[in-house]
């Protein structure tokens, strides 16, 4: 086989493969003249069967192939973009937020019509955006209240970003409704509110005696389960307190208790609890307490008070009385343990610390 016969050989076998990918293909995927594919399929039986290579039929062939090619790859890219494209459109009409796009002509565009019925026809005039301001920023996100076409308020959330495309500027912007989302922040955070009332002190802003004697009655249910008995409690009051009020005023008074508490909170460990009891009762839980880190902390506490210079009444005292928690201790005996504690501290001169372990046992 010369070489010349060998190259003209690969060369029809090529052909022959390149004719027939672009006759498969262009049958099943692209819309051509049929009347051409004829005239090319003719010039190839005549290639095929009489094996004449005439210049028309390699000329027909090659075009007609060509065209095929070309028409299925054209056709393919086209339903591809055209498949992009309406996913896109029924993406944007499945969102929960109305999308729109402005001009810096005021021209005014609705990107999806999903959320048609939400918003009324006067959105426009409503977004309200500048886009020269917004050229500035880039990047907008605002919340706030607008009404819709049945006349009511509704809360929604815009956010407006700045775009170019083919050297024209605009803005897209999408509006959202969250008056759902809304009225669950606010009912969270009127729960929240709630609570705080319920479990704080109003003038110092610590726990109080109804939280305080939550947390007591779940540290003393643990304490039982585990046999740990490693809880303390400290009572303490403010010495002579009527004679506060009585010289310089319920106002001195309530800013002196204010005062003390931010004392006190300086020794207050992480896990500890500190409440307002009543009156100018203070009351502090230990955890992982036992005698002597219990009285280290009291007298920190009553060091520290007695040396801070209070807003115009200047120096004042405190009694505590310490109570460390027996196993089968309930809320009210540990309390009278701390209360007796106390009572002998003022008894005894005020100004003091007593602790009592048990009943009767008062050191």
Known sequence: MSLQFEKKYIFNKIFLLFFLTGVLLGVLNAHIDMHFFYVGLGSFLDFLIFNVPTPEAYARTLVLGICIIFGYIFSKIYYEHLEYKLLLEYSLDK?????????????????????????????????????????????????????????????????????????????????????????????????????MLVNTDSLTGISNRYKFDETLKYHLAKNRRTDDKKLALLIYDIDNFKKINDSFGHNVGDSVLKELVEVTKKYIRQGDTFARWGGEEFVVLLQNANFQSSISVAKKIHEAVKNHNFNKVKNITISIGIALA???????????KADKALYKAKNDGRDRIAYQKEIGEIY
């Open 326 to 336: 027996a196993n089968d201790d309930t809320a009210e005996l540990l309390f009278t």
């Open 95 to 195: 969102s929960y937020e109305a999308i729109f796009l402005l001009n810096k002509n005021g021209g005014f565009y609705r990107l999806n019509k999903n959320k048609e019925e939400n918003f009324a026809y006067d959105i426009k005039d409503f977004l309200n955006l500048n886009i020269h301001d917004l050229k500035d920023k880039g990047h907008i996100k605002f919340k706030t209240k607008y009404i819709n076409k049945d006349n009511d308020f509704i809360n929604v959330e815009v956010i407006a970003n700045y775009i170019i495309y083919k050297d024209r500027e605009y803005f897209i912007a999408s509006v959202k409704d969250i008056s759902k989302k809304k009225d669950k922040e606010e009912i969270i955070k009127l729960n929240k509110e709630l609570e």
